[in-house]
Antibody, heavy 120, light 107 residues
């Protein structure tokens, strides 16, 4: 079955960087766009970024443009989110989610999430 | 960017009640609208896509309708396991904006 496992979260200081990973299995990773979605403590879901199946198309929410970079390694079935210049408002659980349907697609499978805390 | 607005923000209903949640898009999104359920402490899961198509395994008491800018999620007979926060999301284009969520509780 589809499995998405995020890793790389932790506690970091404002202005620093962190790289999240999402290891995928149970489906043809190379065929699907993948998203990052985050959820601040006690808050709702916020869509963060999207990468097409081949990595050629990327989109970001305005609040992370120029700071976050989404990428993927289709040989290793892994998605990444490089997060630079982190701010306290980036504190959240970060989920990777598999897309389905017409691009950009809806999210039919989600990982368990990894917590990022940005605090001094 | 298109904004997604859900109402109400929360509701409390009795077991067996019919529950309706609405989602309004600031511009038309055709039928590129999904609904997700997030039970307390759990990961979000897909309920409905293409505005009205039930995801495999989702109980038939859930249904979705609408097109363009106005959408509805209905639970025909609320069950205790339906306590959750429900989110709509538009996916016709990026960004895939979510609504702010509707928290459903049992009275």
């Amino acid at each position: 079955q589809v499995q998405l496992v995020e890793s790389g979260g932790g506690v970091v200081q404002p202005g620093t960087s962190l790289r999240l990973s999402c290891a995928a299995s149970g489906f043809a990773f190379i065929d699907y766009a993948i998203h990052w979605v985050r959820q601040a403590p006690g808050k709702g879901l916020e869509w963060v970024a999207l990468i097409s199946y081949d990595g050629g198309i990327k989109y970001y929410v305005d609040s992370v443009k120029g700071r976050f970079t989404i990428s993927r390694d289709n040989f290793k079935n892994t998605l990444f989110l490089q997060m630079n210049s982190l701010r306290p408002e980036d504190t959240a659980v970060y989920y990777c989610a598999k897309s389905r349907g017409s691009f950009p697609g809806y999210l039919d499978s989600w990982g368990q999430g990894t917590l990022v805390t940005v605090s001094s | 960017d298109i904004q997604m607005t859900q109402s109400p923000s929360s509701l409390s209903a009795s077991v067996g009640d019919r529950v309706t949640i609405t989602c309004r898009a600031s511009q038309g999104v055709s039928n590129y609208l999904a609904w997700y359920q997030q039970s307390p402490g759990k990961v979000p899961s897909l309920l409905i896509y293409e505005a009205s198509t039930l995801q495999s395994g989702v109980p038939s008491r859930f249904s979705g309708s609408g097109s363009g800018t106005d959408f509805t999620l209905t639970i025909s007979s609320l069950q205790p396991e339906d306590v959750a926060t429900y989110y709509c999301q538009k996916y016709n284009t990026a960004p895939g904006t979510f609504g702010q969520g509707t928290k459903v509780e049992i009275k």
